[in-house]
C-alpha cells in the first residue's frame, strides 16, 4: 500500500497529464463561445456623427433656401428687364412704322408740291422775263430814244431774262432730284429702320420666351435640391432617433 508521502508525489503528475481542459475529478470547464457567434458590439460613435452629417445637411438646406430667395430676385429682375426690352421694340417698330407713312402720306407730297411751286415760280418769272424784254425792245426801236438808254435798258431786260431762265434750270434740276434721289432715299432708310425695328422685336420677344424657361429651369432644380436636401434631414434625423434609443 502506497504511503502518503508517495500520494503527494503522484498527484501533480496526474494533473498534468489530463491538461488545463480537465479539472481534479475529470469533468471540461465551459469554454469561450466562439468570436463569430458573439453579438457585434454597438459603435458609441454612431449617434455623433449622425448628428454631425445632420448639421451639414441643415447648413447645406439653410444655403440652398438663401440661394433660393437669391434667384426669385434675380428672376424678378431678368423679367422686368426682358419685359422692358420687349416693350421698348415694340414702341420702336411702332414708332417706324408711323415714321414711314407720314413721310408717305404727307412729308413726301407737301415737300414735292413745295418743289412744284418753286419751278412753276421760276417758269412764270422767265416767261415774264421774256414778255418783257419783247416788249422793250419793240419799244426802243423807235429812234426817239438815244441809243445809250436803249441799250442799258435791254442789257438790264436780257439779264434778269438770263437769271430768270437760269432759276428754272434749277428749280427743274431740284424737283428732278427730289423725284428721282431725295425722296426714294428717304423712304428706303424709314423701310430699313422699320425692318430693323421688326428684327429687334422679334428677337426682344424671342429673348422673354428664353428667359422665361431659363428661370422656370432654375426654379424647378431649386425646389428639387430643397425638396432633397429636406427628405435626407428627415431620413438622418429618424436614424439618429434610432441610435439613441438602441443606447
Same mark, same amino acid.
Given at each position: 500500500m502506497p504511503t502518503l508521502r508517495a500520494l503527494l508525489f503522484l498527484l501533480p503528475l496526474a494533473a498534468c497529464q489530463?491538461?488545463?481542459?480537465?479539472?481534479? #475529478?475529470?469533468t471540461q470547464?465551459? %469554454?469561450p463561445a466562439p468570436a463569430a457567434q458573439q453579438a457585434p458590439a454597438k459603435d458609441p460613435d454612431e449617434a455623433t456623427k449622425l448628428?454631425? &452629417?445632420? @448639421? /451639414?445637411? /441643415?447648413?447645406?438646406? +439653410? =444655403?440652398?433656401?438663401?440661394e433660393q430667395r437669391i434667384n426669385e430676385l434675380a428672376k424678378q429682375e431678368r &423679367? @422686368?428687364?426682358?419685359?422692358?426690352?420687349? =416693350?421698348?421694340?415694340? +414702341? #420702336?417698330?411702332?414708332?417706324?412704322?408711323?415714321?414711314?407713312?407720314?413721310? %408717305? #402720306? +404727307?412729308?413726301?407730297?407737301?415737300?414735292? =408740291?413745295?418743289?412744284q411751286l418753286e419751278l412753276d415760280q421760276s417758269t412764270y418769272r422767265a416767261e415774264h422775263q421774256k414778255d418783257e424784254l419783247g416788249e422793250l425792245t419793240a419799244m426802243y426801236e423807235n429812234d426817239e430814244f438815244a441809243?445809250?438808254?436803249? &441799250?442799258?435798258?435791254l442789257k438790264r431786260g436780257r439779264r434778269e431774262l438770263e437769271v430768270a431762265e437760269r432759276r428754272l434750270a434749277l428749280a427743274k434740276?431740284?424737283?428732278?432730284?427730289?423725284? /428721282?434721289v431725295e425722296m426714294?432715299? @428717304?423712304?428706303? &432708310?424709314? @423701310?430699313?429702320?422699320?425692318? #430693323?425695328? =421688326?428684327i429687334e422685336h422679334e428677337k426682344a420677344q424671342l429673348a422673354a420666351k428664353k428667359a422665361a424657361l431659363e428661370l422656370d429651369l432654375a426654379q424647378a432644380k431649386a425646389e428639387h435640391r430643397l425638396t432633397a436636401l429636406k427628405e435626407e434631414i428627415e431620413a438622418l434625423q429618424a436614424k439618429l432617433a434610432k441610435a439613441k434609443e438602441a443606447k
Open positions: 489530463t491538461g488545463p481542459s480537465s479539472s481534479i #475529478d475529470g470547464p465551459p %469554454q448628428e454631425k &452629417e445632420l @448639421r /451639414q445637411k /441643415q447648413r447645406e438646406l +439653410d =444655403e440652398a433656401t438663401a &423679367e @422686368r428687364s426682358v419685359a422692358t426690352a420687349a =416693350e421698348r421694340a415694340a +414702341d #420702336d417698330k411702332v414708332r417706324a412704322a408711323e415714321a414711314l407713312k407720314v413721310f %408717305q #402720306d +404727307d412729308e413726301r407730297p407737301r415737300e414735292l =408740291e413745295e418743289k441809243a445809250a438808254t436803249k &441799250e442799258l435798258v434740276k431740284s424737283m428732278r432730284h427730289a423725284e /428721282q426714294p432715299r @428717304r423712304e428706303r &432708310e424709314l @423701310r430699313r429702320k422699320l425692318a #430693323d425695328a =421688326e
